[in-house]
């Protein structure tokens, strides 16, 4: 049997670059567009209305920007299953902490490759963080110098985990793969994937950005 398309509503106040997203897609028969929206008041809406696998979510719009439609979109009272992927240029954008911190689970820079966006829509809804350990290593970086805290208050403790689950947030939020958290703890890849899945569950976070915040949050890693 033929999975369903994943099913995508395109944000943006820019018409050109939601019709270029559209042309893009219609070529590939696992992706399917079922909305647009030009603000962030029509994004939420629609989201309600047409529960789509994922929104690709412009960052600059009209009325709420893309953060806030994020917050209100993965913070639903009547939750729907949407991933957002934020639609951002990296080197330059203030507000990528912001929309991670609303929910997002990755962004997009404008000027990726037709493939990677295309890579990007995929990884995301199949409930993956579009993020690589190397690319959140330069999250790492930039996010340190955005306390989320002002300067003196206290960490939020951390409680639920076990001892080997604060070690591997603890290298999560430093930006280690898998791999390289094996290699440190003297544990299997396999392993560690248990323990990152566990994670996830105990601390109510949507993908691997959101450990590495979490870590940030409760003190667990120091900024640089």
């Known amino acids: 049997m033929t999975a369903a398309p994943v099913r995508v509503l395109l944000v943006d ?27 962030g008041d029509e994004a939420v809406r629609l989201t309600a209305r047409l529960r789509p696998d994922v929104v690709v979510m412009d960052i600059r719009m009209p009325g709420p920007n893309g953060i806030d439609a994020t917050a209100l979109i993965t913070g639903a009272p009547d939750p729907v299953d949407t ?22 689970s990755g962004f997009l820079v404008k000027d990726m490759d037709m493939d990677d966006i295309l890579a990007a829509i995929r990884v995301v809804a199949a409930g993956d963080a579009l993020i690589a350990p190397s690319v959140t290593r330069r999250l790492i970086e930039e996010f340190a110098a955005r306390p989320a805290a002002p300067p003196g208050a206290a960490a939020t403790p951390l409680t639920g985990i076990t001892g080997r689950e604060r070690e591997v947030l603890v290298l999560v939020g430093r930006g280690l793969s898998n791999a390289e958290i094996a290699a440190e703890l003297f544990i299997t890849p396999a392993t560690v994937k248990a323990h990152v899945g566990r994670l996830l569950t105990k601390l109510a976070a949507r993908d691997r950005i959101h450990l590495v915040i979490h870590a940030y949050d409760h003190g667990l890693v120091a900024p640089r």
């Not at 399917?32 to 929206?37: L, N, P, S, T």
């Open 13 to 39: 106040d820019q018409p050109l670059v939601r019709a270029g997203l559209r042309v893009l897609i219609a070529d590939h028969a696992d992706l399917e567009i079922v909305g647009e929206a030009g603000t």
């Open 83 to 104: 991933r957002v992927l934020v639609l951002t240029t990296f080197d330059d954008d203030e507000y990528v902490y912001g929309a991670l911190r609303a929910g997002a």
